[in-house]
RNA sequence: GUACCCGUAGCUCAGCUGGAUAGAGCGUUGGACUCCGACUCCAAAGGCCGAAGGUUCGAAUCCUUUCGGGUACGCCA
């Protein structure tokens, strides 16, 4: 960053045009034997009415390389800038190797409300929910070291009349020794009987609806039953989240937001907003050309939409957000939209502070996932697959391990957050046991092979850095491919924030990781030479550290030995 | 029917605020452990970037149309 703002400097004092347009030009060569950066002068041809071949040349002949660069070429349209490889590699190791490297204070005094994971209360855990989970959580924990606050939200749904159902099946043929001992898997039994059920006796729905009516009256025998199902989802819940390392900072769930939503109407009709469509309550939404939303119900219920804009205003009031983000799966993206859309009728100024994070669909090798056909894959059996699978790997290539156990946790788990944070995360996924417990090639495994074998070097090398380094023993292409990687990662970084993109940050220290293993391949650390095995063990440690900071806001551990 | 998203190597995906010969992993084939960790590395084969027009000095990238797939479209969440 800080060599492509002094190219851009003295390029600009050349030609007589403005810096910040000559950094906005700037690019890295295709290959790197053209050059190291390069300034393409085809827009400028318009300006300055030359050929660009000729303004390449004209701005290399009266341009003074700056400090950093050893040496240019024109060529093509292009002005190409080698580096002082000695001068780029000490530089950027000496940041690297500083604290907090790619941390910023960009966010503070700053919150991020960040709505992810939410569970649904009786329903099973399963892959479905792994994207939401893994995603705002590493988006926590990326806005977090570029200075946000951030505040974790897990919005449950435990509100509907859907348990209404469970408690009137409950009633009927529920077993509490069962129910404590299968827990959730119990409560989808019940649920599941009362729609086969429902199918020949209609009544039932009758019953399903006058138990949720009591949860709403607040009944104290439906509040009962209903906090039971609530604690035994959560616990099981809190379960696969401690296996994840993830927390919540409030389980805040649809049902906490009950006693918000009369304001909200209240505010929605006094501003004109609230139209009688076919006797339900609506808020016309032509003018952004979507459709209308739905606010109550020809009953007078409240619905989802009713519950998202309570807790919008809620989330506003209490946290004060600079911004926040639902990370939700893509099908929801017109409820999102219109969500935004009439809390802007409502002229709320921070709307446009507020952004879906969509997601692709998980689905399976044989279809959609379906909870009430059982066709799932619970999260919590990926993840001990996943461990059991290196314990294996573990027992054969490095019995004598310490801790065998806490480190195939981390690796089997990192590998299922790996995989699920490694593609752009508006991509579907077809889950297959065979791809997630693939360890070889760009895998969380391998990155954290990768930071298991420099934390091997180092402790081989044992002292510290030695202020007398010779970084020249860094200038070939290898150790350079290497030093670039690094020194962009603080970009990286800010790109994930920007656009929510966990995976920028995952394919960032993959890319390290490759290059730092070619470069094992192809060149000695420790040799003879104590200043230039420094220089090397300062790569070697820069490489550790940034692949430690990158996992680490991916939410995926990295163990020093593996 | 309407809206949004996705079509890049056999498979999974990068690249998409336009730039120099389209990249990676898996899989396939063939190599590399007396040497700092082989969950590694090297090499080969594999592409009209869904298709057609357009804008531009230049298009996988921008625009239009079209085909294929997905999702969603008032009283579920």
Not at 42 to 59: D, N, V
Not at 383 to 410: C, F, G, M, W, Y
Request: with cysteine; charged share 25%.
């Amino acid at each position: 960053m800080e060599i492509k703002e002094k190219i851009a400097k003295s390029v600009a004092q050349a030609a007589d045009i403005k810096s910040a347009e000559i950094l906005d030009l700037l690019e890295t060569p295709p290959d790197p034997k053209m050059g190291d950066v390069a300034l393409p002068c085809f827009r400028l041809a318009k300006t300055l009415r030359k050929a660009p071949p000729l303004i390449a040349q004209e701005i290399m002949d009266k341009l003074t390389p700056p400090a950093g660069v050893s040496s240019m070429q024109a060529a093509g349209g292009y002005v190409n800038f080698f580096l002082d490889r000695t001068a780029f590699a000490r530089d950027t190791l000496k940041a690297a190797l500083a604290p907090d490297f790619g941390a910023s204070d960009l966010g503070a005094g700053r919150r991020v409300v960040i709505d992810y994971s939410s569970v649904n209360i009786a329903k099973p855990f399963h892959i479905g929910h792994l994207s939401s989970t893994a995603i705002g959580h590493s988006l926590y924990k990326i806005y977090a070291y570029l200075g946000y606050r951030p505040v974790g939200i897990n919005h449950l749904g435990d509100w509907g009349t859907q348990f209404g159902k469970l408690i009137a099946a409950y009633k009927l043929w529920g077993d509490d020794a069962e129910i404590e001992k299968d827990s959730v898997s119990a409560m989808l039994r019940l649920y599941v009987r009362f729609h086969e059920e429902a199918e020949k006796d209609p009544a039932l729905n009758e019953q399903g609806r006058a138990w949720f009516k009591k949860i709403e009256d607040g009944d104290s025998e439906a509040l009962r039953i209903f906090g039971w199902f609530s604690d035994l989802t959560l616990r099981e819940a809190k379960r696969v989240y401690e296996m994840l390392g993830i927390q919540f900072d409030y389980f805040t769930g649809e049902s906490f937001y009950n006693d918000k939503m009369q304001p909200v109407i209240d505010e929605l009709r006094e501003k004109n907003l609230l139209e009688q469509d076919e006797g339900a309550y609506i808020v016309r939404l032509e003018e952004y050309n979507l459709p209308p939303c739905i606010i109550l119900k020809t009953d007078g219920a409240t619905l989802y939409s009713t519950r998202d804009l309570a807790a919008a205003e809620y989330r506003k009031k209490t946290f004060d957000f600079h911004k926040a983000l639902y990370v939700v799966a893509y099908q929801q993206s017109l409820h999102f939209k219109q969500l935004f859309a009439v809390l802007e009728k409502m002229g709320k100024p921070w709307a446009k502070d507020m952004e879906h994070v969509a997601f692709g669909m998980v689905s399976l090798e044989d279809g959609t996932l379906s909870t009430r056909h059982g066709k799932i894959v619970l999260l919590e059996d990926v993840l001990s697959r996943a461990v059991e699978k290196t314990l294996a790997t573990i027992n054969e290539k490095n019995p004598d391990l310490a801790n065998k156990e806490d480190v195939a946790r981390q690796v089997g788990i990192g590998a299922v957050l790996y995989s699920t944070l490694s593609a752009g995360r508006i991509k579907d996924i077809t889950f297959s046991f065979e791809r997630v417990l693939n360890f070889d090639g760009e895998t969380g495994p391998y990155v954290q092979y990768t930071h298991a074998r420099a934390s091997s070097v180092l402790r081989k090398y044992g002292k510290a850095d030695d202020p007398g380094a010779d970084f020249t023993a860094l200038d070939d292409a290898d150790a350079f491919a290497v030093i670039r990687q690094i020194e962009s990662f603080p970009a990286a970084i800010l790109a994930a924030a920007e656009k929510n993109e966990p995976s920028f940050v995952t394919r960032h220290i993959t890319l390290l990781a490759q290059h730092f293993n070619k470069y094992y391949y192809e060149h000695r650390i420790m040799d003879t030479d104590e200043k230039k095995t420094n220089a090397r063990i300062q790569l070697t440690r820069a490489v550790q550290k940034t692949i430690a900071t990158g996992l680490s806001l991916l939410g995926i551990a990295a163990p020093e030995r593996m």
